[in-house]
C-alpha cells in the first residue's frame, strides 16, 4: 500500500495538467457557491452601495464553506 502511495505522489505532472484539475475542482465549487449565496441573500438587503452588494455577493461565494459553518453555529 505505501508503495502505491510512493508511485502516486511521485507522478509528474505538466503545468498544464495542474490548471485542467483546478478548472475541474473550481467549476463544482463555485457552482455550490452560487447557488448557496442566491439562497441566503438577507444580508445584502441592509447594504446601501451597489458596489458592497457586489463584494459582498462574491465573497459569499468564494466563502461559502466557512459561511455555511458560520450559518449553523449562530442559529
Avoid: N
Avoid at 495542474?18 to 457552482?31: A, K, R
Avoid at 445584502?44 to 468564494?62: A, E, H, N, P, T
Amino acid at each position: 500500500m505505501l508503495r502505491t502511495i510512493g508511485r502516486t505522489l511521485d507522478h509528474k505532472m505538466k503545468v498544464s495538467e495542474y490548471i485542467g484539475m483546478l478548472i475541474l475542482i473550481g467549476i463544482p465549487y463555485g457552482i455550490i457557491g452560487v447557488v448557496w449565496t442566491l439562497t441566503h441573500t438577507s444580508h445584502l438587503s441592509g447594504i446601501d452601495s451597489f458596489w458592497d452588494q457586489m463584494i459582498s455577493f462574491l465573497g459569499s461565494i468564494v466563502c461559502w464553506p466557512v459561511l455555511t459553518f458560520a450559518d449553523v453555529t449562530m442559529t
